[in-house]
């Protein structure tokens, strides 16, 4: 099992750039998410899904889309980045069992700088 | 509002010695909570949860953590600190069984000198 993975690994934009942040598991995981890790701020979440096609908003969901063709991906468009964008983004992913999440397991991280 | 509080920025220990890492959590319903350890670069990795039952949950690496409902507290603790247990370390609670979304704290830095 290759876990989550997320790519690329490091990125820089320049303002009002558009680009897609991929994530991908192969754990047959039900419930994906997004997070953006800022200093002090801890984890927020950006987007989540509890299956294909299906997606909803968390904290931070304002300038991100997302979208669940597949049950393994669960990619995050960035529309026009922001410098307010400059973050690390996490993916995470778990199993749903009885209409609830189990414990998430994390991706290594996309390191996103926007000039 | 629901929220997770980790009191300290960092916590420095001596290689040897007992370390506890804070958490307390303030969240309607019955808590599932979690902790996570981050090295430098790298993602979250999975320590230990408590969903029900006993109070004192064991993890991963030796660690420890006891939920304790009526202080809403869920500290982080190892009998014994590693130099390699240097790292960050988060708190996180999913507030009930019906949601799937997990809160976090800010984060502890544990720094455990030789």
């Known amino acids: 099992n290759a876990g989550v993975t997320q790519t690329p690994k490091f990125q820089v934009l320049k303002t009002g750039q558009s680009m897609t942040l991929q994530c991908a598991q192969d754990?047959?995981?039900?419930?994906m998410s997004w997070y953006r890790q800022d200093p002090g701020m801890g984890l927020r979440l950006i987007h989540y899904s509890v299956g294909a096609g299906i997606t909803d908003q968390g904290e931070v969901p304002n300038g991100y889309n997302v979208s669940r063709s597949t049950t393994e991906d669960f990619p995050l468009r960035l529309l026009s980045a922001a410098p307010s964008q400059t973050s690390v983004y996490f993916c995470?992913?778990?199993?749903?069992?009885?209409?609830?999440?189990?414990?998430?397991?994390f991706g290594p991280g996309t390191r996103l700088t926007v000039l | 509002a629901q929220s997770v509080a980790q009191p300290e920025d960092q916590v420095n220990v001596a290689e040897g010695n007992p370390l506890t890492v804070k958490c307390t959590y303030s969240?309607?319903?019955?808590?599932?909570l979690f902790w996570y350890v981050q090295y430098p670069n790298r993602g979250l990795q999975f320590l230990l949860k408590?969903?029900?039952?006993?109070?004192l949950v064991k993890g991963s690496y030796g660690f420890e953590a006891e939920f304790n409902k009526s202080q809403t507290s869920f500290h982080l603790k190892k009998p014994s600190a590693l130099v390699s247990d240097s790292a960050l370390y988060f708190c996180a609670v999913r507030p009930g069984y019906n949601t799937d979304k997990l809160i976090f704290g800010t984060g502890t830095r544990l720094q455990v000198f030789p």
């Open positions: 754990m047959n995981h039900e419930y």
């Open positions: 995470a992913s778990s199993y749903r069992t009885s209409g609830s999440t189990d414990t998430q397991y």
């Open positions: 408590y969903i029900t039952g006993d109070n």
């Open positions: 969240v309607s319903g019955n808590p599932y």
